[in-house]
């Protein structure tokens, strides 16, 4: 009695290969017939489909996330270009004050 019982091992599958078979459930294969072709059962295919729509949504959303930052800084950085010539053009002014005098 001290053998080991029912001891399973997990298959790991690289991206790949992954990619690979959702993208033919993606393209109209049925999760029945790539799970038969490839020996996977069909809950795993859907959960790699599911995973791989999450990444794209959190690339999308990443990357959004860093046009609007990059965006804000170009702002900042303009309003501090539009103070700085305001500033310039109040110091030119008061400079050319006397010769402007018409008498």
């Not at 001891?7 to 690289?14: G, H, I, L």
Request: hydrophobic residues 35%; positive net charge.
């Amino acid at each position: 009695m001290g053998g080991q019982k029912g001891v399973k091992t997990r298959k790991s599958y690289d991206a790949d290969f992954k990619q690979e078979l959702t993208s033919m459930l993606a393209s109209g294969r049925s999760a029945k017939e790539i799970s038969e072709t490839f020996g996977i059962a069909e809950n795993l295919l859907y959960r790699w489909k599911r995973m791989a729509t999450m990444k794209t949504k959190t690339k999308n959303v990443e990357s959004e996330g860093s046009k609007a930052a990059k965006l804000a800084a170009e702002n900042a950085k303009l309003r501090a270009e539009v103070e700085r010539l305001k500033t310039d053009r109040e110091i030119l002014k008061k400079a050319l004050g006397p010769f402007s005098t018409s008498d």
